[in-house]
């Protein structure tokens, strides 16, 4: 959709609404993102997240854990959580709602199976996101050395994950490794390290490209639209060919030019 310009606010003040019915309970998310609970009878049970606003093409992944009560037998549709979303359209400009629920097939017996890749580089997303806002909160501080260490323990974590070999996670650890980079000194940290960090983590918080050279969000978070300001940004960039004017007002081919095309400067 566009409203003004190319890159419009599709939705706004977007909320999402988590119910856990009966013994499913949410053991934590990893999004950061403002969130208040709901307590039923002292177990919180409703979840809602504020997620701010969308623009056109974006999305947003929610990484959330939950507890699983343990079955007796096997069931091919269990009910693990509700989801509902209110936003504000920004082009009717009036309130909507999207209700769905989420049922998966389990077994009686516990699954041995590894993390879903995608579900794996999400996790890798979040907590790299808040290594490096941590490590910017610590460097900010003039705490390099703990700064330091936050970047490697995660590292290490990613390095381990699942997909660990996906061009997203490998664009997640080259982000770390230029931060580790960003605070080799506090000189060179204030200089221009905290600058390309925090760039770097608020794009992982939100899904949203701020860095079109950065391999993990043109991996992740390019969008048409944003393809369409790189494009025209590139032809923006490009020098017009320069013409080197002749001796007698003619081109160097005889021909009646004002310009000769024997120098060109790209």
């Known amino acids: 959709p566009r409203e003004s310009g190319v890159m419009s606010t ?57 507890h699983l009560p343990a079955l007796e037998e096997d069931v091919e549709e269990f009910a693990v959580v509700k989801v509902g979303v209110d936003y504000r359209n920004a082009i009717s400009k009036k309130v909507e709602t999207i209700e769905g629920e989420l049922k998966i097939p389990r077994s009686a017996t516990l699954p041995t199976m590894e993390r879903d890749q995608k579900v794996d580089m999400e996790h890798n997303r979040c907590i790299v996101a808040r290594a490096m806002e941590e490590a910017t909160r610590l460097g900010d501080a003039g705490k390099l050395p703990r700064a330091h260490e936050i970047i490697t323990e995660c590292q290490k974590v990613v390095k381990n994950s699942v997909s660990r070999e996906e061009l997203f996670t490998v664009g997640l ?61 590139s032809q923006r960039n490009v020098k017009k060919p320069k013409y080197e004017k002749s001796k007698f007002g003619k081109s160097k081919y005889g021909k009646s030019k004002k310009y000769s095309a024997s120098k060109v400067d790209f």
């Open 10 to 66: 599709f939705a706004q003040d977007i909320k999402l609404k988590l119910f856990f019915p009966g013994e499913v309970l949410m053991n934590k998310t990893l999004s950061d993102c403002p969130s208040k609970d709901v307590a039923i009878e002292g177990v919180a049970k409703h979840h809602c997240l504020s997620l701010g606003d969308i623009q056109s093409g974006e999305r947003r992944d929610i990484v959330f854990s939950v």
């Open 173 to 233: 650890l080259d982000d770390l490794k230029k931060s580790f980079e960003d605070m080799k000194s506090m000189a060179h940290y204030n200089d221009r390290g905290d600058k390309s960090m925090k760039q770097k983590f608020l794009s992982h918080k939100r899904q949203r490209m701020n860095d079109f050279s950065n391999l993990a969000q043109s991996t992740a978070y390019n969008t048409a639209a944003r393809g369409l300001v790189r494009d025209q940004v």
